[in-house]
């Protein structure tokens, strides 16, 4: 039996998406067997990103409504041994299905796979109640602004009152000279609001942009630092204790020189 | 009485005799113990002046009947009984409730009397009392302490950086020099029309009635 593990984050755009596929993508490079869940009915993403959008024949509302059976909806990533997709449907909306039917189509992934990687949509609505109806688990989605902390805060009492406690947490696209310099939360200022444990800090990094708009998730580039953080926060999923990475961008003497060079 | 606990205490003052009960034993040994004061080891007293008794029953609280039998005991001969009371905070004055957690963002915590609460109350939670606030932990979000119109309300917190106040009718956003960078814990009242910040420390002098007050011996 698999754990199901929603990401979600209240606020939109602050990367539950990415998350969702760099985390899926990096506990497969680690040989588990993964099935990612995209909840966002009538705006999904996640094949996007996952670069498999053009191999979806039938999506989670066809599944709910049966017109296909659950193995058929499922999308195997090549790149992988053991990595599936179950596309939410772009042309119908949220209400097309109830938390009810979510739960039971996870609780039959959960019998085949050892994670099932829910994403959800933004909100707290329909959307999220579908989302969150079969995790055991959640992980929570930040970024340094107020506006998205506040927005996590509001998430993690919405969870808790669903019956998932102590949410796990990732700080996305942290920028370490803005925290220093005091124009960005600072990670103790964000963990002593929200009162959480730190699943991992993600580094603002362009190479995410990059990936997703190539269809790749950052985590099979090892040379990135996000791709790092990642594999790092799918390694302490497996319980693994492995310690925050250092974030501070070097300013040595060669790397100066690297960047007059252009190579920095 | 060797060896047995008092439970009758009997002091003697300028205008009569405090008869200090014990609030922890059962009420039948507290009139046992009298009756055996009254008749036996002070019987002196009864033989005097007459003489006022204020008494005492600390936390107690008792009945109309167990009142009445008291007096029945005391009122003899010279002794009458001129009050009977118990502590201030057994009269419902001071009772608060205690709860713990996090009111997160969306979260509204409501109590119609005084509440201490040990935890955060983050931006966008909501604290609403009937009464005073304590909160044991910081404080982010919105407190409305006195919210059924209690002018007296104060609103107390470890840290003191809401984003909003509100004590009976009154609303205050925190101006920044509320920010005492020392770790001290804060509290609001109402003076006047205003809302003002005050330490803890002061909390006593401001607001006797709020707390059962300690006063040294």
Same mark, same amino acid.
């Given at each position: 039996?698999?754990?199901?593990?929603?990401?979600?984050?209240?606020?939109?755009?602050? %990367?539950?998406?990415?998350?969702?596929?760099?985390?899926?993508?990096?506990?497969?490079?680690?040989?588990?067997?993964?099935?990612?869940?995209?909840?966002?009915?009538?705006?999904?993403?996640?094949?996007?990103?996952?670069?498999?959008?053009?191999?979806?024949?039938?999506?989670?509302?066809?599944?709910?409504?049966?017109?296909?059976?659950?193995?058929?909806?499922?999308?195997?990533?090549?790149?992988?041994?053991?990595?599936?997709?179950?596309?939410?449907?772009?042309?119908?909306?949220?209400?097309?299905?109830? +938390?009810?039917?979510?739960?039971?189509?996870?609780?039959?992934?959960?019998?085949?796979?050892?994670?099932?990687?829910?994403?959800?949509?933004?909100? *707290?609505?329909? %959307?999220?109640?579908?989302?969150?109806?079969?995790?055991?688990?959640?992980?929570?989605?930040?970024?340094?602004?107020?506006?998205?902390? /506040?927005?996590?805060?509001?998430?993690?009492?919405?969870?808790?009152?669903?019956?998932?406690?102590?949410?796990?947490?990732?700080?996305?696209?942290?920028?370490?000279?803005?925290?220093?310099?005091?124009?960005?939360?600072?990670?103790?200022?964000?963990?002593?609001?929200?009162?959480?444990?730190?699943?991992?800090?993600?580094?603002?990094?362009?190479?995410? *942009?990059?990936?997703?708009?190539?269809?790749? +998730?950052?985590?099979?580039? +090892?040379?990135?630092?996000?791709?790092?953080?990642?594999?790092?926060?799918?390694?302490?999923?497996?319980?693994?204790?492995?310690?925050?990475?250092?974030?501070?961008?070097?300013?040595?003497?060669?790397?100066?020189?690297?960047?007059?060079?252009?190579? %920095? | 009485?060797?060896?047995?606990?008092?439970?009758?205490?009997?002091?003697?003052?300028?205008?009569?005799?405090?008869?200090?009960?014990?609030?922890?034993?059962?009420?039948?040994?507290?009139?046992?113990?009298?009756?055996?004061?009254?008749?036996?080891?002070?019987?002196?007293?009864?033989?005097? +002046?007459?003489?006022?008794?204020?008494?005492?029953?600390?936390?107690?609280?008792?009945?109309?009947?167990?009142?009445?039998?008291?007096?029945?005991?005391?009122? /003899?001969?010279?002794?009458?009984?001129?009050?009977?009371?118990?502590?201030?905070?057994?009269?419902?004055?001071?009772?608060?409730?205690?709860?713990?957690?996090?009111? /997160?963002?969306?979260?509204?915590?409501?109590?119609?009397?005084?509440?201490?609460?040990? #935890?955060?109350?983050?931006?966008? #939670?909501? *604290?609403?009392?009937?009464?005073?606030?304590?909160?044991?932990?910081?404080?982010?979000?919105?407190?409305?302490?006195?919210?059924?119109?209690?002018?007296?309300?104060?609103?107390?917190?470890?840290?003191?950086?809401?984003?909003?106040?509100?004590?009976?009718?009154?609303?205050?956003?925190?101006?920044?020099?509320?920010?005492?960078?020392?770790?001290?814990?804060?509290?609001?009242?109402?003076?006047?029309?205003?809302?003002?910040?005050?330490?803890?420390?002061?909390?006593?002098?401001?607001?006797?009635?709020?707390?059962? *007050?300690?006063?040294?011996?």
């Amino acid at each position: 039996m698999g754990e199901a593990i929603v990401i979600t984050s209240g606020k939109g755009g602050v %990367g539950k998406t990415t998350s969702s596929a760099n985390i899926a993508t990096a506990l497969a490079l680690l040989g588990k067997k993964v099935c990612m869940v995209d909840t966002d009915i009538g705006l999904r993403n996640l094949d996007v990103v996952m670069g498999l959008e053009n191999r979806i024949i039938f999506d989670l509302v066809d599944v709910v409504q049966e017109r296909c059976r659950l193995e058929q909806a499922l999308v195997k990533d090549k790149r992988f041994d053991e990595l599936y997709l179950l596309p939410a449907a772009q042309t119908k909306d949220k209400q097309a299905v109830e +938390p009810e039917d979510v739960k039971k189509l996870v609780t039959e992934l959960k019998k085949t796979h050892d994670f099932v990687i829910i994403d959800c949509p933004a909100g *707290i609505e329909h %959307g999220f109640r579908n989302a969150v109806a079969g995790a055991d688990k959640a992980i929570v989605v930040t970024t340094p602004e107020n506006a998205a902390v /506040r927005d996590a805060d509001r998430v993690i009492g919405l969870l808790d009152k669903s019956g998932i406690h102590s949410p796990k947490l990732i700080i996305n696209r942290a920028r370490i000279n803005m925290m220093k310099s005091g124009d960005m939360l600072d990670i103790d200022e964000i963990c002593s609001v929200l009162a959480i444990d730190l699943l991992g800090i993600v580094p603002d990094d362009e190479h995410v *942009i990059k990936a997703a708009n190539a269809g790749e +998730p950052t985590v099979m580039n +090892p040379n990135s630092k996000a791709s790092l953080a990642y594999r790092n926060i799918a390694r302490r999923m497996l319980g693994d204790s492995v310690p925050l990475m250092a974030l501070e961008e070097k300013n040595g003497l060669f790397r100066k020189v690297k960047k007059f060079f252009g190579m %920095g | 009485m060797a060896g047995k606990q008092h439970h009758v205490t009997i002091k003697g003052r300028k205008d009569g005799l405090v008869f200090v009960l014990d609030d922890s034993c059962p009420f039948s040994d507290l009139l046992e113990e009298l009756e055996y004061k009254l008749e036996k080891s002070h019987q002196n007293l009864l033989n005097g +002046p007459i003489m006022h008794v204020h008494v005492k029953l600390g936390k107690r609280q008792v009945t109309e009947e167990e009142k009445q039998s008291l007096q029945q005991m005391i009122n /003899r001969r010279n002794l009458v009984v001129q009050s009977i009371e118990s502590a201030p905070d057994a009269q419902g004055k001071t009772q608060h409730r205690v709860m713990a957690g996090i009111v /997160r963002s969306g979260q509204v915590l409501e109590s119609e009397g005084s509440l201490i609460f040990i #935890g955060d109350v983050n931006p966008g #939670g909501t *604290i609403v009392t009937g009464g005073d606030l304590f909160v044991l932990g910081a404080l982010r979000g919105t407190a409305h302490a006195g919210a059924t119109g209690n002018r007296e309300a104060v609103i107390a917190a470890s840290y003191l950086k809401p984003t909003q106040l509100r004590i009976a009718g009154a609303i205050s956003r925190p101006p920044d020099e509320w920010e005492i960078h020392d770790a001290t814990m804060l509290f609001a009242y109402m003076k006047d029309e205003h809302m003002e910040i005050e330490k803890i420390t002061h909390l006593f002098r401001l607001r006797p009635n709020a707390v059962e *007050i300690f006063r040294g011996e």
